[in-house]
C-alpha cells in the first residue's frame, strides 16, 4: 500500500471519548462501539506532518460533541492491515461508522470548521450521551397536564427552559399551564417570549386562544346567574354565549360545546356567526385531538350540513 502524506494528527491521551485501536481491537473499538454512537477511526503515522496539524482539531471536536461521537486512532505502520483492507491510499485518513457501518469520511488536514460540520452531520439528531432527552420531558409534561396537574406539568416545562429558553413547545406548555390555574397574566408574559416568528406555530395559537377565551370568560359573570338567564329564556342568544365561554373556562367542554351548537341550531347568521366562530376557537384552544374537540366538529358538521 502507497501512502501519500496529506494531513492530520499524531495521538495523544483521552480518556473515553478518545483512544488509539489495533487490528485486534478494531471490531470491538469501532463496529461494536459505533452501534452505540457514531465513531470516528483516525488513520495516521509517526511520519505524517499533516497528521499533527488535524489531531488537536479532531480531539477538539470531538470533545465538544459532548458524547455524540468518539475519536478511534490508528497507526497505519504498526497496522497496515485494516486500511489495506479498507483501501486507505493517504493519510490523515478520517472514516466516520455509524451502525457498524463506513458511513462517511475525509482526507487531509482540513480546517476545524469542516471538522465540525462534518461532526455535526453524522450526528444530526442525536443528543449527548447524559443530556436530557427534551422531546421525552415535553411528552412527560404534557401528560402530567392532561391529568389535571398544572403545577407539576409547569415544573417539568421550566426544567426544559432552563435547559434551552427558547423552546417554543415548553413556552407554550408553561404558559397553557398558566391558563388552566387561571394566572392569565402570567400565561401572556410566558407567551409573549415567543419570537414574532413563531407566533403562527400550532402549539403557540393554541395557547393564545385559550387566554383569549379565559380573558373573555372574566367579563360575561357566575355560571349559576348565566344559566338561570338561560333557563328563563333560552332564545336569549348572548346570554347562553356567555354561559358557555364561563363553562368552558371551568373545564366543563362538552358542556359548553352543547350550549353553542344550541345557538348554531336556532340561529346560525347571530352576531356574525359569532356562535360557530367561539366553537371553532374552542377547538383550537383544546387541540385537534381532544376528545372534545373530536366530538364538537362531529356535530357542527351535521348541523352544518344537514
Known sequence: MTIVEQGGGAPQAAPDLIKETTTQSFMKDVIEESKRQPVLIDFWAEWCGPCRQLTPILEKAVRNAKGRVKLVKMNIDQHPAIPGQMGIQSIPAVIAFVNGQPADGFMGAVPESQVNAFIDKITKGMPAPGEPNIAEILQEAEAVLAEGDAAGAAQIYAEVLAHDSTNIPALAGLAKCYVTSGAVEQAKQTLAMVPESKRNDATV?????????????????????????????????????DLATALNAQGKRAEATEQLLAIVKRDRKWNDDGARKQLVQFFEAWGGADEATVDGRKRLSTILFS
Open 205 to 241: 395559537k393554541a395557547v393564545q386562544a385559550a387566554i383569549d377565551l379565559a380573558e373573555q370568560a372574566q367579563s360575561v359573570g357566575p355560571v349559576a346567574e348565566l344559566e338561570q338567564k338561560v333557563a328563563a329564556n333560552p332564545l336569549d342568544h348572548q346570554a347562553r354565549f
